[in-house]
């Protein structure tokens, strides 16, 4: 999707020429919320002289009323217009993405955008020049009541790959891809997942920043369209019980000057000892960033053996249940595949953290055990423990616990959203278990 190195007066000249009215300045808070500020475009001079402010103490996580006022600063690549939104007069609606910043002038530390810039500059001071991400977002289709709420009756019964009319949400699916490829994406493929009900579209890869931004974008466009065909999306790990959950797999690989860094061909594997060592840092960590690949009570739900879903850490270049899988492409398409994260993750956050257990990795030197083979879940747990494969956590209080112990995944992400992530994720943990399931009720009522 390459990003336009716009100006300000190529933005200007733009807005005019489109008959864009509204300016929507988007953001996102710690957890992947979007969050945005609207602007009608006659503040569009305030705007480029980084002079909007608004008031950060009503976005979860961000900070203390005493110290609320923060400001937009634009990314003007990011510069878009929703082809699928006007006013009432016919004016278009065009979207920003911006950093936030602290009335000093300093990037603020609590912004997840800001932090993988910190991040990647890290990569760059270490020799590299681009870290590139391809994802593949999974979603759910959901019917929705008379008024507009959205109902647990799935959209269809198709499965993997199926057609109309088993697939009924081939026309929403074909209005997402027409509307993302309108808005600069390069569609690669789109189709109906496993479960019924589930879909994916897979858009090119991009560098760590945009591909982040990219997610973002994405989910807006999936949840907008499908509310014009009376549907609901959801990204929802586990929304229905029995079947596959939504994932988020990750294709990444490392470049520098214009070289991708992964690729030998004189390995057996077609890997470089960097890919070893920067897959031999995620293996390590892969426990500890779990909390941010897998943000959600719900997440542990998708996280079980018989769905597809990863459980074990371990890596392979010939199948799919381990954590971590090798595709079949070598030369500059070489590139590791990260299984485990689920579309709930922040994209900013999680990206900043497998870039740094990566990097960590290099520069430790660690060596990823052996290659699994075969099915892990065919396996018990004595085989399992002989090949050195370990758990993922099975819940998310599980998961904030590993994360707290690992002082590079906490540098991944910063202080300041550390301690307000780890605090927000076990009050919620807290809250499920106070809560009483159906499942309880259903088998225990009766017998008790």
Not at 161 to 171: C, H, K, Q, S, V
Not at 387 to 408: E, R
Not at 436 to 444: F, P, R
């Amino acid at each position: 999707m390459g990003r336009k190195n716009y100006t300000q007066d190529d933005v200007r000249q733009l807005i005019k020429d489109e008959n864009v009215e509204f300016l929507r300045l988007q953001f996102s808070d710690v957890f992947g919320n979007i969050k945005n500020v609207e602007l009608p475009v006659s503040q569009l001079d305030k705007l480029l002289s980084n002079k909007v402010m608004f008031d950060g103490s009503s976005i979860d996580g961000f900070v203390r009323i005493e110290e609320s006022d923060m400001y937009l600063y634009p990314d003007l690549t990011t510069f878009m217009i929703f082809p699928w939104a006007t006013d009432a007069h016919g004016g278009k609606v065009a979207r920003i993405i911006c950093d936030i910043y602290t009335v000093d002038g300093e990037p603020f530390a609590g912004d997840p955008r800001n932090n993988l810039k910190r991040v990647l500059k890290e990569m760059t001071d270490a020799g590299y020049s681009s870290f590139n991400l391809g994802t593949e977002p999974e979603f759910f289709l959901f019917k929705m009541d008379a008024d507009g709420h959205p109902t647990m009756k799935l959209n269809d019964k198709g499965g993997y790959f199926d057609l109309a009319p088993l697939d009924m949400g081939e026309n929403t699916r074909r209005e997402i891809v027409l509307e993302m490829e309108k808005m600069g994406f390069e569609v690669e493929a789109a189709h109906h997942e496993v479960a019924p009900g589930q879909h994916e579209v897979d858009f090119k890869y991009a560098n760590a920043l945009e591909a982040a931004d990219n997610i973002q974008t994405f989910k807006l466009i999936v949840k907008t369209i499908a509310r014009k065909h009376g549907l609901y999306a959801t990204f929802l790990p586990k929304p229905v019980s029995g079947i596959n959950g939504n994932g988020m797999h990750i294709n990444m690989s490392l470049f520098k000057d214009g070289k991708n860094v992964f690729y030998d061909p004189k390995d057996k594997e077609g890997l470089s000892q960097t890919a070893y060592h920067f897959l031999g840092g995620i293996l390590d960590h892969a426990a500890n960033f779990t909390a941010l690949a897998n943000p959600t009570v719900n997440s542990y739900k998708r996280l079980t053996p018989g769905f597809e879903a990863p459980v074990y850490i371990a890596w392979s270049g010939s199948n799919r249940s381990p954590m971590v899988r090798v595709p079949a492409s070598r030369g500059q398409s070489t590139r590791l595949e990260l299984r485990s994260v689920d579309p709930t993750a922040n994209p900013y956050l999680i990206f900043a953290a497998i870039l740094e257990a990566g990097l960590d990795g290099i520069r430790r030197k660690l060596e990823p055990n052996n290659s699994v083979d075969q099915n892990i879940y065919l396996m018990d747990e004595g085989e399992r423990k002989k090949a050195g494969i370990k758990d993922l956590p099975d819940t998310l209080l599980a998961a904030i616990d590993d994360f707290s112990t690992d002082d590079v995944m906490k540098a991944a992400i910063g202080p300041v959203m550390t301690r307000t992530f780890i605090d927000a994720k076990r009050l919620e943990y807290q809250s499920y278990r106070q809560a009483v399931s159906k499942w309880e009720i259903d088998n225990y009522l009766d017998q008790y």
